[in-house]
């Protein structure tokens, strides 16, 4: 099970996520690096061992302002593998990301406009540079469609599965940096009834949430919080081998 940091930025600075509540995050302030700057918090999780970043870009998600030269930064400075939402739901859109120095993009139901487009990005740049994330609040999907949002998690994996996709999220951004564990019911559910990769986020606590998590076949999980404010240290997760 491989550990993935995250980026949540928003006004071009990395910011601490909590709850979903937008409006309220403010740069981090974490124990591994000083600054809020992207790269420079890319560079630190390179230095510690990481290979791969997950950045959720809030600018294109909120105002569909991409950071495209952030993510050629990123990439160039501190050559890891970014997996990024940046609200994607149009394959021009997709194509753009993917052409600046991102290995996987992630398309996220709280921005998915129709289920259509997600088979035609599987069959356009393939299934392993295509995430779905399940972008959840309180157990319940985020979406303005009917269509996405009045099915369940489950339900949706089997669907995404039946269109190609290989590997989803479930992130529950009520849980995110809030100190209150994964919500494990949806995560082994969709473990047990589908085929696909899943990686999960929101809520991690500690080693033995990650230990849990690796226990149930989870593939990956991204984590913030406990990174920053050290209760995940560099030492503690090489102890129990996840890097």
Do not use: W
Not at 15 to 30: D, L, N, Q, T
Not at 84 to 111: C, F, M, P, Q, Y
Not at 214 to 232: D, F, I, Q, Y
Request: glycine share 8%; aromatic share 4%; net charge positive.
């Amino acid at each position: 099970m491989k550990i993935i940091p995250v980026l949540d930025v928003l006004n071009g600075v990395v910011v601490h996520a909590v709850g979903g509540k937008r409006e309220k995050y403010y740069p981090i302030k974490s124990v591994l690096c000083k600054s809020s700057d992207p790269v420079n918090v890319a560079l630190t999780f390179r230095s510690l061992g990481f290979d791969e970043l997950y950045m959720a870009d809030l600018d294109a998600i909120l105002s569909n302002n991409a950071n495209f030269s952030l993510y050629k930064r990123i990439k160039a400075r501190a050559d890891l593998n970014l997996m990024v939402d940046a609200g994607i739901s149009d394959l021009e859109k997709a194509r753009e990301v993917l052409e600046n120095g991102v290995s996987k993009i992630i398309i996220g139901t709280e921005t998915l406009e129709n289920l259509a487009f997600v088979e035609e990005a599987v069959s356009l740049f393939g299934k392993n540079r295509v995430i779905i994330s399940l972008d959840l609040k309180g157990g319940k999907i985020i979406s303005k469609f009917p269509d996405i949002k009045s099915r369940s998690p489950l339900e949706l994996a089997k669907t995404f599965q039946g269109m190609g996709v290989a590997q989803i999220i479930v992130l529950d951004l009520a849980r995110v940096g809030m100190n209150k564990g994964i919500n494990l019911g949806i995560v082994k559910e969709i473990l047990e009834q589908t085929s696909v990769e899943v990686l999960t986020g929101g809520g991690v606590r500690d080693i033995k949430d990650l230990e849990k998590l690796r226990s149930m076949g989870v593939a990956g999980v991204l984590v913030a919080t406990a990174l920053h404010n050290g209760r995940l240290t560099i030492k503690k997760l090489k102890q129990a081998s996840f890097i």
